[in-house]
């Protein structure tokens, strides 16, 4: 909790992504990069078209190595989406997952902001900024394995609930089906035809 | 659906338990462990051969709910004949008494002797690795649309009722009669999207069955009885699935007459029990240029009801800490990429629970779910983020303030002691963090030094012009997500740091932000009974107030300090609010912001923040 400064010397790579229109369209993705530069500790900024693409992870991996970049930002999505992906992607250039963070500049910036430039760029600059910040204190971390019990739960007996119970049976799993009235079914056990095929429900 | 209820039932691998009810599930990813209560049969369905002769002699008469009451039931009977699994069960509601005296005439005649008036409950607990949702749907209660008369008028029935009274194996043996007089009905209406599409009841989304439900209903009236007439009162049909337009023409074939426009109100004739209704029919055009009001007396009318969210939607979501959509049905973890996830992980949703969907799109979700479900118990193992909760031994001072707020009990501690965290146990949603007055706790990826420091650097520049918000990863950053998806605009002065709970968010870090010079501090959250931490958010709700009197005192105006809940579902609300807190940011004078800025500096008072703390413990 007491503020650790950061025994090695801090290397960041910052990438700025394009999304093709997506941001670019709303944010001055160029002027962005280069205010990324001027960062504390920030030792490469790279725009790049599509970031979360081939050649983009392409030309993190690169640059990890070629600058030494011990921490990452990606400066495009939403870390509820690519999260994961650019984890994966600086982990397979040797740097820890948790050593990368991302600025969100599209759905929080340029998707809501398009009709004024210089404030989704300021915007963004901030977004940036705030994520390199993060970054200088950006610790690598161990994650937990833990074993997983070998049986789903299916709460709720109608058709939905029976083919997902018994697909997961069909390969093999072990299954608690839980239904709340006397029998399973379901309202389809209450049609009486159904459409489209016009045949018997139950 | 028979065959696979049955093959469900009797699945090796399958264990069915019906009339049963989870009533806890705790613990996390790959290790959930669920309690479920098996509710007293009173009768062993192990024993029970369904010979029926319970029901000869059982005296008690009650509305068969399967039937939808239009029929009656004993008080021992089986659900429907094809019930899996195939067994009798005894309502101890209805049943006169398990004395014998007053009446135990069904025991005496079970020759099996299956009946046992002493059941019990009986909890069951099960250790699983993925849960799947499957809740299903409740079918919309016409009552409150009194101008369609369904309390009030015999003839007036639901669609769901029509099932029962169309099929073979319902109340009338597949006789369609009306239920005043039990006359078969010639002139038959349907009217469509009762309880849905209707903002005035609150209910206004297309409950996607109704319209191709009515045009088999057509289908088949025109099937068993070609001479009747069949009216159907829409807005829009929505026929836009495999071969249902091809059902639509056919029902329009059979003389089915479409009516676009829906009835103000439904008068019935006393005399007759005919109905009449009065619709404007927006495809006719009178010579005035205006629609020309019809008039129809039908003898009897099928309110084509929606559809809304089960009744139990809210109990499971609070279990496995779930979130809803504005239309009260399951959030999605991504509404396209994502759509059978729920947001907690190892949870997944099959059918309409989480939207309206037919048979088909039911039985594909399901399959969807099960693949996913599946394939973390292939598994085997699984990581664990890395953002759970660490205590250093040395600096924790025993106060065990951070035992008693957590929501998952991870955090063990007894008087004397350190506390220590089960870190299998955490989520991670950092209320320990932001509630530890000793810096005894890390919050690993999360940390107020990294928190802190997106602070500072995000008021670097111009800080006077910013709005600074604190949003929860699950509920209100995803509302900024789905504002950004939905291309809704609003005010760009906000900056968001993202934090798993709004729980993680400590006074200090609020007031670093006004410290550096911010005019609005907005921290929001979850709703507040669907934190997706059970319930840390309620620290959040105790900090900001506590920040709230901090800031009186200091003579900060309180309002520069913002609470908020937001869902993921609401992108219109997070714009809004966002739109909001520049209003208000723009009240804030130069002045304030500086004075701010020196009476909230901290005053290292070593032995009073101690003192502070001992009692919040306390
Ligand atoms: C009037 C009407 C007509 C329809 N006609 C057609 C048609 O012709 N063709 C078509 O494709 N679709 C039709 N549908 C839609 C169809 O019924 C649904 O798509 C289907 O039933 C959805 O299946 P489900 O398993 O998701 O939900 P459900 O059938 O509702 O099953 C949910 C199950 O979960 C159980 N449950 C609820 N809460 C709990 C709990 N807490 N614990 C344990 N169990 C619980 C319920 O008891 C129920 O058995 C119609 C629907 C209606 C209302
Ligand atoms: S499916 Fe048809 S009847 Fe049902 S709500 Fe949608 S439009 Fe209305």
Same mark, same amino acid.
């Not at chain 1, 404030?119 to 970054?135: E, F, G, I, Q, Y």
């Not at chain 1, 083919?163 to 049976?169: G, Y």
């Not at chain 2, 005496?108 to 699983?128: F, G, M, P």
């Not at chain 2, 337009?245 to 074939?253: I, L, N, V, Y």
């Given at each position: 909790?007491?503020?650790?400064?950061?025994?090695?010397?801090?290397?960041?790579?910052?990438? &700025?992504?394009?999304?093709g229109?997506?941001?670019?369209?709303?944010?001055? @993705?160029?002027?962005?990069?280069?205010?990324?530069?001027?960062?504390p500790? &920030?030792? @490469?900024?790279v725009?790049?078209?599509?970031? @979360?693409?081939d050649p983009?992870?392409?030309?993190?991996?690169?640059?990890?190595?070629?600058?030494?970049?011990?921490? &990452?930002?990606?400066?495009?999505?939403?870390?509820?989406?690519?999260?994961?992906?650019?984890?994966?992607?600086?982990?397979?250039?040797?740097?820890?997952?948790?050593?990368?963070?991302?600025?969100?500049?599209?759905?929080?910036? $340029?998707?809501?902001?398009?009709n004024?430039?210089e404030?989704?760029?300021?915007?963004?600059?901030?977004?940036?900024?705030?994520?390199?910040?993060?970054?200088r204190?950006l610790?690598?971390?161990?994650?937990?394995?833990v074993?997983?019990?070998?049986r789903a739960?299916?709460?709720g007996?109608?058709?939905?609930?029976i083919?997902?119970?018994?697909?997961?049976?069909d390969?093999?799993?072990?299954?608690?089906?839980?239904?709340?009235?006397?029998?399973?079914?379901?309202?389809?056990?209450?049609?009486?035809?159904?459409?489209?095929?016009?045949?018997? $429900?139950? | 659906? !028979?065959?696979?209820?049955?093959d469900?039932?009797r699945?090796?691998?399958?264990?069915l338990?019906?009339?049963?009810? +989870?009533?806890?599930?705790?613990?996390?990813?790959?290790n959930?462990?669920?309690?479920?209560?098996?509710?007293?049969?009173?009768?062993?369905?192990? =024993?029970?051969? *369904?010979?029926?002769e319970?029901?000869?002699?059982?005296?008690?008469?009650?509305?068969?709910?399967?039937?939808?009451?239009?029929?009656s039931?004993?008080?021992?009977? %089986?659900?429907?004949?094809?019930a899996?699994?195939?067994?009798?069960?005894?309502?101890?509601?209805?049943?006169?008494?398990?004395?014998?005296?007053a009446?135990?005439?069904?025991?005496?005649?079970?020759?099996?002797?299956?009946?046992?008036?002493?059941?019990?409950?009986?909890?069951?607990?099960?250790?699983?690795?993925?849960? %799947?949702?499957?809740?299903?749907?409740d079918?919309?209660?016409?009552?409150?649309?009194?101008?369609?008369?369904y309390?009030?008028?015999?003839n007036?029935?639901?669609?769901?009722?029509?099932?029962?009274? /169309?099929?073979?194996?319902?109340?009338?043996?597949?006789?369609?009669?009306?239920?005043?007089d039990?006359e078969?009905?010639k002139?038959?209406g349907?009217?469509?999207?009762?309880?849905?599409?209707?903002?005035?009841?609150?209910?206004?989304?297309?409950?996607?069955?109704?319209?191709?439900?009515? %045009?088999?209903?057509?289908?088949?009236?025109?099937?068993?009885?070609?001479?009747?007439?069949?009216?159907?009162?829409?807005?829009?049909?929505?026929?836009?699935?495999?071969?249902f337009?091809?059902?639509?023409?056919?029902?329009?074939?059979t003389?089915?007459?479409? /009516?676009?426009?829906?009835?103000?109100?439904?008068?019935?004739?006393?005399e007759?029990g005919?109905?009449?209704?009065?619709?404007?029919?927006?495809?006719?055009?009178?010579?005035?240029?205006?629609s020309? =009001?019809?008039?129809?007396?039908?003898?009897?009318? +099928?309110?084509?009801?929606?559809?809304?969210?089960?009744?139990?939607?809210?109990?499971?979501?609070?279990m496995l800490?779930?979130?809803?959509?504005?239309?009260?049905?399951?959030?999605?973890?991504?509404p396209?990429?994502?759509p059978?996830?729920?947001?907690?992980?190892?949870?997944?949703?099959?059918?309409?629970?989480?939207?309206?969907k037919?048979i088909?799109?039911s039985?594909?979700?399901?399959?969807?779910?099960?693949?996913?479900?599946?394939?973390?118990?292939?598994?085997?193992?699984?990581?664990?983020?890395?953002?759970?909760?660490? /205590?250093?031994?040395?600096?924790?001072?025993?106060?065990?303030?951070?035992?008693?707020?957590?929501?998952?009990?991870?955090?063990?501690?007894?008087?004397?002691?350190?506390?220590?965290?089960?870190?299998a146990?955490c989520?991670?949603? !950092?209320?320990?963090?932001?509630? #530890?007055?000793?810096?005894?706790?890390?919050?690993r990826h999360?940390?107020?030094?990294?928190?802190?420091?997106?602070?500072?650097?995000i008021?670097?520049?111009?800080?006077?012009?910013?709005?600074f918000?604190?949003? #929860?990863?699950?509920?209100?950053? *995803?509302?900024?997500?789905?504002? !950004?998806?939905?291309?809704?605009k609003?005010?760009?002065s906000?900056?968001?740091?993202?934090?798993?709970?709004?729980?993680?968010?400590?006074?200090?870090?609020?007031?670093e *932000?006004?410290?550096? !010079?911010?005019?609005?501090?907005?921290?929001?959250?979850?709703?507040?009974?669907?934190?997706?931490? %059970?319930?840390a958010?309620?620290?959040?709700?105790?900090?900001?107030?506590r920040?709230?009197?901090?800031?009186?005192?200091?003579?900060?105006?309180?309002e520069?300090?913002?609470?908020?809940?937001?869902?993921?579902a609401?992108?219109?609300?997070?714009?809004?609010?966002?739109?909001?807190?520049?209003?208000?940011?723009k009240?804030?004078?130069?002045?304030?912001?500086?004075h701010?800025?020196?009476?909230?500096?901290?005053?290292?008072?070593?032995?009073?923040?101690?003192?502070?703390?001992? *009692?919040?413990?306390?």
């Open positions: 909790m007491v503020s650790q400064p950061p025994i090695e010397e801090l290397r960041i790579g910052v990438f &700025v992504c394009d999304c229109l997506n941001i670019a369209g709303a944010v001055d @993705c160029g002027a962005v990069t280069e205010y990324a530069e001027t960062l500790d &920030v030792a @490469c900024a725009r790049n078209k599509y970031t @979360c693409a983009g992870q392409n030309e993190i991996k690169d640059a990890i190595h070629k600058h030494r970049l011990n921490r &990452v930002v990606v400066a495009s999505c939403t870390p509820r989406q690519h999260e994961p992906t650019f984890r994966q992607c600086v982990r397979e250039a040797d740097l820890n997952p948790y050593l990368m963070e991302m600025a969100n500049i599209r759905e929080h910036c $340029s998707w809501v902001h398009p004024d430039r404030a989704a760029t300021d915007k963004a600059m901030d977004l940036v900024a705030s994520a390199v910040a993060r970054a204190f610790q690598p971390q161990e994650e937990l394995t074993p997983v019990s070998k739960l299916v709460i007996g109608g058709v939905a609930g083919e997902a119970a018994i697909e997961l049976a390969a093999g799993h072990k299954v608690t089906l839980v239904e709340k009235e006397a029998s399973i079914g379901g309202i389809m056990a209450q049609l009486d035809k159904t459409y489209p095929t016009m045949d018997c $429900s139950i | 659906m !028979g065959p696979k209820a049955i469900a039932g699945h090796p691998n399958i264990e338990l019906t009339y049963s009810e +989870v009533e806890e599930v705790s613990g996390y990813v790959g959930f462990v669920a309690t479920i209560r098996k509710k007293a049969r009173y009768v062993d369905h192990t =024993l029970c051969n *369904a010979c029926e319970c029901v000869k002699v059982c005296p008690v008469s009650k509305p068969d709910e399967y039937q939808m009451g239009l029929s039931r004993r008080a021992i009977y %089986i659900p429907f004949p094809q899996v699994p195939c067994s009798y069960i005894l309502n101890m509601d209805d049943c006169l008494g398990n004395n014998p005296i009446c135990g005439k069904c025991a005496d005649v079970c020759e099996k002797k299956a009946i046992n008036y002493d059941d019990e409950d009986e909890l069951v607990v099960r250790e699983v690795g993925a849960v %799947i949702v499957a809740i299903g749907l079918v919309y209660d016409p009552t409150e649309m009194d101008e369609y008369g309390t009030r008028h015999a007036v029935i639901t669609s769901m009722e029509f099932e029962r009274l /169309i099929c073979a194996g319902g109340p009338t043996a597949g006789h369609f009669v009306r239920p005043s039990h078969r009905p002139r038959i349907f009217i469509q999207c009762v309880g849905s599409r209707n903002p005035k009841i609150g209910r206004p989304y297309c409950s996607n069955i109704c319209c191709m439900n009515t %045009i088999k209903d057509t289908l088949l009236l025109a099937d068993h009885y070609p001479d009747t007439e069949n009216f159907v009162f829409y807005q829009d049909i929505r026929a836009f699935g495999k071969s337009e091809d059902m639509f023409q056919r029902s329009k074939e003389g089915t007459r479409y /009516i676009r426009g829906l009835p103000g109100d439904v008068e019935e004739d006393p007759t005919n109905l009449v209704v009065t619709v404007e029919n927006t495809t006719q055009r009178g010579g005035n240029g205006r020309g =009001l019809e008039r129809y007396e039908l003898d009897m009318l +099928v309110l084509s009801v929606g559809v809304i969210p089960p009744k139990d939607l809210a109990k499971i979501s609070g800490t779930l979130s809803k959509t504005s239309d009260g049905f399951f959030m999605e973890s991504h396209k990429l994502k059978v996830d729920a947001p907690t992980r190892g949870v997944f949703f099959a059918g309409f629970c989480e939207s309206p037919d088909k799109d039985v594909c979700q399901a399959g969807a779910a099960s693949s996913r479900a599946g394939a973390l118990l292939n598994a085997g193992q699984i990581q664990i983020e890395a953002i759970t909760s660490r /205590i250093d031994e040395i600096e924790c001072k025993k106060c065990g303030l951070c035992a008693k707020i957590c929501p998952y009990g991870a955090i063990t501690w007894q008087k004397g002691e350190v506390a220590t965290v089960i870190e146990a989520a991670g949603c !950092g209320s320990c963090g932001a509630t #530890c007055q000793f810096g005894a706790i890390t919050m999360f940390t107020d030094d990294q928190l802190l420091a997106q602070v500072r650097a008021l670097a520049r111009k800080p006077e012009d910013k709005v918000v604190f949003a #929860c990863n699950w509920c209100s950053y *995803a509302g900024g997500d789905m504002a !950004g998806i939905s291309r809704i609003y005010s760009a906000n900056r968001v740091v993202r934090t798993m709970c709004s729980a993680r968010v400590s006074e200090d870090m609020v007031l *932000a006004f410290r550096c !010079g911010a005019p609005v501090v907005l921290v929001s959250g979850c709703h507040y009974a669907d934190c997706h931490y %059970i319930n958010n309620r620290q959040t709700v105790v900090r900001v107030q920040l709230w009197d901090k800031l009186e005192k200091a003579g900060v105006r309180p520069r300090l913002q609470l908020e809940w937001i869902s993921a609401e992108g219109q609300k997070f714009a809004k609010v966002m739109n909001q807190m520049e209003e208000l940011r009240t804030v004078t130069i002045k304030e912001i500086e701010g800025r020196e009476a909230l500096k901290p005053k290292p008072k070593k032995a009073a923040k101690k003192k502070e703390a001992a *009692a919040t413990a306390g």
